[in-house]
């Protein structure tokens, strides 16, 4: 089985502070993608990458950056954390155009 | 752009029952089309998926979804609703370098006893 695995199931962050959730698969897949999901908004891409060192904005970039330096880990980073990015984080892999997701990580920014 | 519509935030059906939920896509070739499924504090796990050849897909649970190129559509069907299908449903649509995906805002589940 595919496994996704994200570092915090939740996670409570100050404003300002920098944030890093961190995502790892084990399946050796070339793409990974970080989405948030708010209700009634569904999930939204936030970044994607297709290899290593590679990486493509998705539909709501702003006030994120990401990090893939290893083909089965992607990091979202937060480089100053807003009230506005409290959501869950879902991270995929996929292969083939099927997406794998990990749990998500509930974020609270206060 | 590709993007997907999910006109039914919320359905309820009484457990038996059958089930249509609906989902509209807009992208310029041929789409790749999916169904995902999240169970009250789980993770997405996809339901079914339309690459191309056979417009009526079948997925697991029970779930059926069929492509309707002149209706832009890829409604998920299922015969008779059982209580453990109360979750929320996503259409999403692929574009054909099997990378960037689009969710639609979800539809939400209820089955009544």
């Known amino acids: 089985d595919v496994k996704v695995t994200q570092s915090s199931r939740y996670l409570v962050k100050r404003t300002g502070e920098k944030v890093f959730l961190e995502c790892v698969q084990d399946?050796?897949?070339?793409?990974m993608f970080w989405y948030r999901q708010d209700p009634g908004l569904g999930l939204r891409l936030i970044y994607f990458?297709?290899?290593?060192?590679?990486?493509e904005k998705g539909d709501i970039p702003e006030g994120y950056s990401v990090s893939r330096e290893k083909k089965e880990r992607f990091s979202l980073i937060l480089e100053s954390a807003s009230t506005n990015q409290t959501s869950m984080y879902l991270c995929?892999?996929?292969?083939?155009?099927?997406?794998?997701f990990g749990p998500g990580t509930r974020l609270t920014v206060t | 752009a590709q993007s997907v519509t999910q006109p039914d935030i919320h359905i309820t059906v009484s457990e038996g029952a059958s089930l249509e939920l609906r989902c509209n896509y807009s992208?310029?070739?041929?789409?790749?089309l999916f169904w995902y499924v999240q169970s009250p504090g789980q993770g997405l796990q996809l339901l079914l998926k339309?690459?191309?050849?056979?417009?009526l897909v079948q997925g697991i649970k029970g779930f059926e979804a069929e492509f309707k190129r002149s209706q832009s559509s890829f409604n998920l069907r299922k015969p008779s609703v059982h209580w453990s299908d109360a979750a929320e449903y996503f259409c999403?649509?692929?574009?054909?370098?099997?990378?960037?995906?689009?969710f639609g805002t979800g539809t939400k589940l209820q089955v009544i006893p």
């Open positions: 999403a649509v692929g574009d054909g370098g099997y990378q960037k995906v689009t």
């Open positions: 399946m050796d897949h070339e793409n």
């Open positions: 339309y690459f191309s050849g056979d417009t």
């Open positions: 992208y310029g070739a041929t789409p790749y």
């Open positions: 995929a892999s996929s292969h083939r155009g099927e997406q794998y």
């Open positions: 990458s297709y290899d290593v060192k590679m990486k």
